[in-house]
């Protein structure tokens, strides 16, 4: 069941049936509960929506990317569920000719959800120019969209739903 958690004691025999783990008189006993365990986690991290998106450098205009920014600052809401696991961001540029196929890309690497992170309840990620940039369809008129993807520490993946957007200009 959900956070139960696996032991595992063997018990060896070989192919004539002797018992080569036992009481030294062939009989099977079992064998000492090994130190590795499995706990059992299927649920994947609660829903959540990407937090705000705000453009660096002058002129700072609500919902646009321009000539004079440096760079996007994307928060992602982090609660206790994630300790551990991993914390990344996707992006993909709609409303260009031709449309994105790809849809979303991952914007650098997950990185590791710390405690500290999980205190602020937040996590800060710096997109720069050169992300944006190299996103399929970065154009003049094209919208960026982001959402962020939580990982708990057994692997389960919940995406967010999509954030703020910039429009290049």
């Known amino acids: 069941s ?4 696996i032991s595992f004691r063997a018990v060896l025999e ?3 049936g002797n018992v080569t783990l036992g009481d030294g008189a062939g009989t099977a006993v079992p064998g000492t509960i090994s130190t590795g365990t499995l706990t059992v ?3 994947p991290p609660a829903d959540f929506t990407t937090g705000s ?3 660096h450098g002058a002129p700072v205009r609500a919902g646009y990317w321009n000539s004079g920014n ?3 600052t994307v928060t992602v809401p982090i609660a206790s569920g994630v300790l551990g696991g991993k914390v990344g961001l996707q992006a993909k540029v709609d409303d260009f000719p031709g449309g994105n196929p790809g849809g979303y890309e991952e914007l650098g690497s997950r990185i590791s959800v710390l405690g500290a992170d999980v205190g602020a309840g937040i996590k800060d990620f710096v997109v720069t120019l050169g992300d944006l940039g190299g996103l399929t369809g970065y154009s003049e008129g094209g919208v960026i969209s982001f959402r962020a993807v939580l990982e ?8 967010g739903d999509g954030a703020g957007t910039a429009v290049p200009g």
């Open 2 to 5: 959900e956070g139960g958690v």
């Open 14 to 16: 070989h192919a004539a």
């Open 41 to 43: 986690d299927t649920t």
């Open 53 to 55: 998106v705000v453009t």
């Open 70 to 72: 440096t760079g996007v």
């Open 152 to 159: 708990d520490a057994a692997g389960n993946v919940t995406l």
